[in-house]
Every structure is written in structure tokens, then in C-alpha cells.
């Protein structure tokens, strides 16, 4: 499973979104701080990753990201706010953050940013693993450069596990083709559009696809297909 921190100096928006985060399928635990310093001082190389709401001074989001990547250039750090901070996040993401967050953002919306942040080895750790940490990641691949995770690389997609495997010669192209629409957080409305399809037409698809794969909802279903290698 991995890890998570959740730094914000507002208590509210920090538990809102720590209760959010751990509702994500294979996130765990969940630790809520209220510091930037605290989470330099604790947690820079404990979680695997790190998300952090805008800041009343502009620029500490940016400097502890880089403070962060220079103590462990692998970590993945994710920025979450109302979407109006667009100074923050653009010199959060200059500073190498992974991603975005909207602060209500869904669990589907937050699986999917997770998907694409995290490596494939943290997202496929069993709940055996909870003692990893981020200090045991290892480090980017040559040419990777700082900032980018295994999901945006150029690298070759993982193997399937054996499970994932036996999965995809259940599931048809068009099954596969939601999955990869529902791991990019798209809605059925969304799916639809891209594969010229009415949204109940994906609903029925979405359906059977959870019923081989053994979910019941988007947040498992994304979480089990990166587990076992059907995405990337």
C-alpha cells in the first residue's frame, strides 16, 4: 500500500482531504500535517506521496517542493487547491510537482491523478508492504528527469502480474477501452464521446467489466488494474 501526507495549515481542508485520501483503494496510511516545516523535518522520506494545499506566502509550496526533491529526488509530490491559486500551481509544477488537485475533487478524480504520479511498484504493493517507504523507492531511471513519473516516461509498460493477466483474456478491446477512459477520470458521458458510444452503452461495458474484475466500484477497479498491469 502507499503511503500519503497531507500537508495544509487549515484544519478543515486538511482532514477533508485525508479522509478522501483514505477511502482510495491501497492508500495507506493516511497522516495529516499542518506544517511545512513539520513535513520537512518528519516526513520528507516516509510517504510515498505528498500533497500539498496553497500556502498564504506563495512561495513555500514551491520551495519545499524543492527542498523535498533535493533530499529525495524521487518523490512525487501532488498540489491541491480551489483551482484560483494558478500562480501557486504553476510555480509548484516549475518546481516539480507531479500534478493538480481540485480540494473537492472526487475519489475517481484522485485515484486517477494517483495513477499516473505514482510508479507501478508502490501502486502494485500488497497490503504486506505497509513498512516500505519512500526512502526504498528507487531512484528514476537514466533520462527520467526529476518531476516525471514512471506512468508519463518513455519506458515500456510492466509486465502483467500472472492475475492480470488471466483478467485480460476475459476482458474484450471495448472493456479495455472504458478502463483506460475510467483510469483517466473521465465520465461515462466522456468514455462515450471518445469511443462513439451512448453513455449507457459504456454503463453496460463499465458493468461487466467490474463484474470480471470482481470491484464494484471506478476507485477498485482503477486500483486493481494497476496493481496487476492491465494499465499503466
Known amino acids: 500500500m502507499a503511503s ?12 477533508r482531504i485525508s479522509t478522501l485520501m483514505s477511502t482510495v483503494p491501497g492508500m495507506d496510511p493516511v497522516v495529516p500535517v499542518s506544517a ?24 513555500v509550496v514551491p520551495n519545499a ?20 491559486e494558478h500562480a501557486q500551481v504553476t510555480s ?9 488537485l481540485c480540494a473537492d475533487a472526487s475519489q475517481i478524480e484522485v485515484s486517477a491523478a494517483l495513477a499516473h504520479a505514482l510508479p507501478m511498484n508502490v501502486l502494485r504493493r500488497g497490503p504486506g508492504a505497509n513498512g516500505d517507504s519512500a526512502a526504498t523507492r528507487p531512484a528514476p531511471a537514466s533520462g527520467q528527469s526529476r518531476g516525471q513519473s514512471g506512468a508519463h516516461s518513455g519506458d515500456s509498460p510492466s509486465p502483467m502480474s500472472p492475475n492480470g493477466a488471466k483478467m485480460r483474456s476475459t476482458l474484450t478491446e471495448r472493456e479495455l477501452q472504458v478502463l483506460r477512459g475510467i483510469s483517466e477520470g473521465k465520465t461515462n458521458v466522456q ?16 458493468r461487466r467489466l467490474f463484474r470480471k474484475l470482481g470491484v464494484h466500484h471506478r476507485a477498485e477497479a482503477v486500483a486493481r488494474a494497476l496493481r496487476d498491469g492491465l494499465i499503466r
Not at 509548484?92 to 493538480?100: D, L
Open 4 to 15: 500519503i501526507v497531507v500537508c495544509d495549515p487549515r484544519q478543515q481542508v486538511r482532514d
Open 36 to 59: 511545512v516545516a513539520e513535513l520537512l523535518d518528519r516526513y520528507a522520506a516516509r510517504a510515498d506521496v505528498v500533497l500539498m494545499g496553497a500556502q498564504p506566502d506563495p512561495s
Open 65 to 84: 517542493i524543492r527542498d523535498l526533491l533535493a533530499r529525495d529526488p524521487g518523490a512525487v509530490v501532488l498540489v491541491f487547491g480551489d483551482g484560483d
Open 92 to 100: 509548484a509544477m516549475s518546481a516539480g510537482a507531479r500534478g493538480f
Open 191 to 206: 468514455i462515450g464521446r471518445v469511443l462513439f458510444l451512448s453513455e449507457d452503452t459504456v454503463k453496460t461495458h463499465a
